[in-house]
């Protein structure tokens, strides 16, 4: 049961932002700035859904790369305290890619809109 409580956190961290672009899809514009140059202004545009969705999906890429390691490997996590921090990297690195799109996009919301 303990591994299974560890995963859903894990996989809660990762789904926030896909549920998020989905209550808010409607808030933002059909065409959304990609990157912007040195004085602020964007030099480049994508559809919403490019721009909103490459964040989640790269984080859930490397959430299964990170799971398939631990699954595969098996010869560095005999002892627990190689399995504890292997779940500390997974959720420290999740967390910082979620908090850091949450940040972000949701910025962009009241200034752009």
């Not at 990170?66 to 997974?90: A, E, G, H, M, V």
């Amino acid at each position: 049961m303990g591994k299974i409580k560890y995963e859903l956190v894990l996989w809660l961290i990762v789904i926030i932002p896909f549920v998020l672009v989905i209550i808010y899809w409607d808030k933002f514009p059909d065409t959304m700035p990609l990157s912007y140059n040195m004085n602020g202004h964007a030099n480049s545009y994508a559809s919403k859904a490019v721009v909103l969705l490459i964040a989640p999906v790269i984080n859930l890429i490397i959430y299964f790369i990170l799971l398939f390691k631990i699954i595969f490997d098996t010869t560095s996590l005999d002892n627990l305290k190689t399995k504890r921090i292997n779940y500390i990297i997974r959720l420290i690195s999740h967390l910082i890619i979620t908090i850091l799109y949450i940040c972000i996009t949701f910025y962009y919301i009241p200034h752009h809109l």
